[in-house]
């Protein structure tokens, strides 16, 4: 059995039943015993604990430990650790690369716009530890189909990149996403960058 007392507190736990008058002895004992045992909780029985009980404590410090994650991501301290000045309106196709990759480089990637022209499909080169990303960049006003998905592919190759993947302000046709999982390319929104590196992974397990 793990040891409880490196998950939680007891005092946390049972504080919710404080202000209540039908607080339970099994509640009580479950106390008594992580005060008594503390060092050595894993090896404590506890079938004669319910564990309709032990599971209302857990309840209760999970909603703690939640109220508490919520007050912290509304506060400004918060806010201000992660906001970023990177924008995706209004942009030219190049800019709107040139966005992709400074929004990959503020979540840790090397980042390498390649030339405008004899790029060959490739617009964004990334890089972080030992994955390679060659990624082709549509700003477009339309769903995105087959063609870039054959180019990225291609790109692959020529870049020596162990994944490849379309990005995107639009949706992508039924065509697009059908021939990249047969080729194994990744389709994002600019708004899924932060998981890149799952998606490419999410790769190699299709």
Known sequence: MKKYKELLSVRQCTAFYKEKEDRTSSVKSIE??????????????????????????????SQRLLSKVKRYRSSESYKKAHQSDVSFENLSPYDY???????????????????????????????????RV????????KPIGNKAVQEI?????????QYAAVVSNQSYTPAA??????????????SQLNKLIEECNSLNRG
Do not use: P, R
């Not at 005060?35 to 209760?60: M, R, W, Y």
């Open 32 to 61: 008594t015993i992580f005060l008594q045992n503390e060092d050595k909780f894993n090896k404590v029985c506890l079938s004669g604990i319910s564990l309709k009980d032990l599971s209302k404590c857990l309840e209760a410090l």
């Open 134 to 141: 060659a990624l082709q960049c549509k700003y477009w006003s």
């Open 153 to 161: 592919n291609a790109a692959k190759s020529f870049y020596n990149a």
């Open 97 to 131: 690369e040139k966005q992709v990759a400074k929004s990959l480089s503020e979540m840790g990637w090397d980042t390498k716009v390649t030339k405008a022209s004899g790029d060959q499909g490739c617009d964004v080169l990334v890089v972080k530890e030992k994955t």
């Open 177 to 190: 996403k059908l021939l990249a999982t047969k080729l194994k390319v990744a389709l994002l929104h600019h």
